[in-house]
C-alpha cells in the first residue's frame, strides 16, 4: 500500500477468449522472513511480485520468485501467469493424446509412455503454429517437412560427414571410388513366408 503509483504498470499477459487479459502489477526485491540467526549469511534477495487489478480494493495477489535481479516485470508477469498455459497443455496431454490411458504398474513404462505423448504434443503445438488464428488459411509450409521434390531433401538425408556418406564415398586419401556393392538378400523360406504377411 505504501508503493508509489508510479511503482504500478499495466501488463498484459496473453490474449484471452474475448479480451486481452491484464491487470496492474509492482515487482519489488526483498529478503523473505526467515530463520536466518541460524544460518551464516542471511537469505538472498528475491523478486516480490504484487497484482492488484484496477477494480480491487486492494491487492489480490502475490507472488515470490527467485529469478535473477535484471529479470524484468514482464518476464517475471509471464511466469506467474505460465500455471494457465500449464494446465491447459495438461488437459491436452490427458485427453486428447492419451496421457491418462496408462494403465502399467511400472515406473519405466509410464515414464515411456509420458516421453511418446509430450513428444507428439511437441509435434502438434510446431504444427499448430504454422497456422496463425487470425491469418489467413494457408497453411504455411513447415521448415522440418523433406517431402518430395523439396531443396532439402537430398541435405536431410545426406551423411553429417562426406567418408560416411554412401552417396559419394571417398577413399582414404580423398580419392573418389566406385560405390560399394549392396548387399544381397537374404532368401527366405517360400513356406513360411507367407505366415509373416497375414
Not at 532439402?152 to 566406385?178: E, F
Amino acid at each position: 500500500m505504501k508503493l508509489p503509483s508510479d511503482a504500478w504498470s499495466e501488463v498484459i499477459w496473453r490474449e484471452g477468449t474475448n479480451d486481452l487479459l491484464s491487470s496492474r502489477f509492482a515487482a519489488v526485491r526483498i529478503r523473505p522472513a526467515s530463520r536466518d540467526w541460524r544460518l551464516d549469511s542471511p537469505h538472498s534477495y528475491e523478486w516480490l511480485l504484487i497484482e492488484w487489478p484496477p477494480d480491487e480494493k486492494e491487492p489480490t495477489k502475490y507472488w515470490l520468485s527467485t529469478l535473477p535481479e535484471d529479470a524484468t516485470l514482464l518476464t517475471l508477469v509471464d511466469m506467474a501467469k505460465l500455471r494457465w498455459r500449464i494446465e491447459r497443455d495438461y488437459e491436452e496431454l490427458k485427453s486428447e493424446l492419451g496421457l491418462s490411458h496408462f494403465e502399467g504398474r511400472g515406473w519405466r513404462g509410464f515414464h515411456h509412455h509420458a516421453t511418446l505423448c509430450i513428444a507428439a504434443y511437441g509435434f502438434l503445438i510446431r504444427e499448430r503454429a504454422a497456422i496463425p488464428p487470425s491469418g489467413p488459411m494457408q497453411r504455411e509450409k513447415s521448415r522440418l517437412s523433406f517431402r518430395r521434390g523439396s531443396s532439402k531433401s537430398t541435405v536431410a538425408t545426406r551423411a553429417p560427414r562426406c567418408q560416411l556418406s554412401s552417396d559419394n564415398p571417398k577413399a582414404p586419401r580423398g580419392r573418389a571410388r566406385q560405390n560399394p556393392a549392396s548387399m544381397p538378400m537374404l532368401q527366405g523360406d517360400p513356406a513360411t513366408d507367407h505366415r509373416l504377411l497375414q
